[in-house]
């Protein structure tokens, strides 16, 4: 089936300009992540939701940064007033289950964003 | 907290030669423990996952890891790489919903 996809591939953006990356889980699944890689870095946190309902934001470095999913599907991530220290491949991962702790997590292909 | 710690960032090694890379971890609590690999501007695919039992988990594409808890850690290994094997391999654990990254070891293997 159909694995994690997320659009735009790539995004340019000029400083000060607002983005909205899109992702689309795998179909029935529960559980979506947002994560965030910067150049030749780990994945990092950003936030979790269980169907709609956003469970934990800790990871989002500013108030900038708003993500949402409001029908339990298809999640956008919003970055408002770009800064050039938000370039970086943004990932996205869902898994079947709620945030169990052994529930696989399965990664979109990123979409890169870079900030000029 | 729980942390990563991915000990080397970059591993060279020959084709068809065997190959180590190191995860050390820290966590306070018990962990579920997992390998990505990541291909060039691909997404990340699971290798192996340590959630209980056997201390050898064995993965896709040949490669194997030994959960040592007294030693907290989860190296991954394989006898005989591929140049297809060339990429970054990110360790991760799993306190809870979320999973947490080491920096990745890029590895290179060369003909």
């Known amino acids: 089936g159909a694995g994690v996809s997320q659009s735009p591939r790539y995004k340019v953006a000029k400083r000060g300009q607002d983005v909205a990356l899109r992702c689309d889980p795998i179909?029935?699944?529960?559980?979506l992540f947002w994560y965030q890689q910067a150049l030749g870095q780990g994945p990092e946190f950003l936030t979790y939701?269980?169907?709609?309902?956003?469970?934990?934001k800790s990871g989002l470095p500013s108030d900038r940064f708003f993500a949402e999913r409001p029908e339990g599907s298809v999640s956008t991530l919003k970055i408002q007033r770009t800064q050039q220290e938000d370039s970086a491949v943004y990932l996205c991962a869902s898994s079947f289950g709620t945030s169990g702790r052994g529930g696989i997590q399965y990664f979109g292909p990123g979409t890169r964003l870079l900030v000029l | 907290a729980q942390s990563v710690t991915q000990l080397d960032s970059q591993v060279p090694v020959f084709e068809e030669a065997p190959v180590e890379l190191r995860c050390n971890y820290s966590?306070?609590?018990?962990?579920?423990l997992f390998w990505y690999v990541q291909y060039p501007n691909q997404g990340l695919q699971l290798l192996l996952k340590?959630?209980?039992?056997?201390?050898l988990v064995k993965g896709i594409n040949g490669f194997e890891a030994e959960f040592n808890k007294s030693q907290t850690s989860f190296h991954l290994r394989k006898p005989s790489v591929h140049i297809s094997d060339t990429a970054e391999y990110f360790c991760a654990v799993k306190p809870t919903g979320k999973l947490i990254f080491g920096q990745g070891t890029t590895l290179q293997v060369k003909p």
């Open positions: 340590y959630l209980s039992g056997s201390t």
């Open positions: 966590s306070s609590v018990s962990v579920y």
């Open positions: 939701f269980q169907n709609e309902a956003q469970l934990d």
């Open positions: 179909s029935g699944h529960v559980s």
